[in-house]
């Protein structure tokens, strides 16, 4: 639903200045859901929010991103620093792909929560 509000106004100033004031908070809240926060039935669909912002905002996704998972122990101890680059790489580069950004989002969950090495693919 959030996602389908932000795609359908991508030009909408008032749009781009309410995701800009909220946007590290946004995607904090994101990658902890995706992280352990969210059932794990559900973390798919966050992948409806990456892709507009993907398509909106890619380099500040980036940077925002990184600079979120540069935290230590974020969003949880069992994912390692290669995973995190892997996964943000992944995200930017499947912004135009909506299947393939759900399959990157719930492998990085699914390793979040300690389930390493078992693709979903």
């Known amino acids: 639903m959030v996602g389908r509000f932000i795609g359908h106004y991508p030009s909408s100033n008032t ?6 004031s909220q946007f590290t908070f946004l995607i904090t809240e994101l990658l902890r859901g995706i992280g352990t926060a969210s059932p794990s039935s559900t973390v798919e669909f966050l992948g409806d929010l990456f892709n507009p912002l993907c398509r909106m905002c890619p380099d500040q996704l980036g940077e925002t991103l990184r600079a979120t ?9 069992h994912i390692s620093r290669e995973s995190k680059e892997t996964f943000v790489v992944s995200v930017l580069k499947s912004s135009h792909q909506k299947r393939r950004l759900k399959v990157i989002i719930k492998e990085f969950s699914l390793e979040c929560r300690g389930y390493n090495n078992q693709s979903i693919r």
Do not use: S
């Open 69 to 77: 998972l540069a935290t230590e122990n974020f969003p949880t101890k």
């Open 15 to 20: 749009v781009e200045e309410a995701i800009a």
